[in-house]
């Protein structure tokens, strides 16, 4: 896999955009790819742009076991939506790991405003995502 430098992550995208772009443009994301991904944006640091939600809060805000949520992370890694850099040095001395969106994932965004949402995610995983954000 090549590696990334983190000149390459865009600044300044929005969260929406991310959002817009995961759930209506990356469609060969699995649904659980797409939620794992929905936690992680809402994570998002908007001045470093880092993600660092813990196994345990992605589990929270999933429902998805810790190895469903690394299984889609590892997705999202491939597809080259994120990176991940792993083992940075947590506030209590653990170790964490930091997401970034690429630059490359949000390239190619074009999203007119007459376009509908398809999610393709079943219902309960469609109501985790809309408490996600209420």
Same mark, same amino acid.
């Not at 590696?3 to 990356?26: C, H, P, Q, R």
């Given at each position: 896999?090549?590696?990334? !430098?983190?000149?390459?992550? *865009? /600044? %300044?995208?929005?969260?929406? &955009?991310?959002?817009?772009?995961?759930?209506? $443009? *990356?469609?060969?994301?699995?649904? *659980?790819?797409?939620?794992?991904?929905?936690?992680?944006?809402?994570?998002?640091?908007?001045?470093?742009? /880092?993600?660092?939600? @813990?196994?345990?809060?992605? &589990? $929270?805000?999933? %429902?998805? @076991? *810790?190895?469903?949520?690394?299984? /889609?992370? &590892?997705?999202? !890694? $491939?597809?080259?939506?994120?990176?991940? $850099?792993?083992?940075?040095?947590?506030?209590? %001395?653990?170790?964490?790991?930091?997401?970034? =969106?690429?630059?490359?994932?949000?390239?190619? =965004?074009?999203?007119?405003?007459?376009?509908?949402?398809?999610?393709?995610?079943?219902?309960? !995983? !469609? @109501?985790?995502?809309? /408490?996600?954000?209420?």
């Amino acid at each position: 896999m090549a590696t990334v !430098e983190l000149s390459e992550i *865009k /600044a %300044g995208v929005s969260n929406f &955009k991310l959002l817009s772009y995961i759930l209506d $443009e *990356k469609r060969d994301l699995s649904p *659980k790819a797409k939620l794992v991904a929905v936690a992680l944006i809402r994570h998002r640091n908007s001045t470093t742009l /880092a993600c660092f939600p @813990s196994y345990d809060r992605l &589990k $929270e805000l999933t %429902g998805y @076991s *810790k190895i469903s949520i690394i299984r /889609a992370i &590892k997705e999202l !890694e $491939e597809k080259q939506v994120i990176v991940v $850099e792993r083992n940075h040095q947590g506030p209590r %001395g653990r170790a964490v790991n930091h997401y970034l =969106f690429l630059y490359d994932a949000l390239d190619a =965004f074009h999203l007119s405003q007459d376009d509908r949402m398809n999610t393709d995610l079943a219902p309960e !995983e !469609e @109501s985790m995502l809309h /408490a996600l954000f209420i």
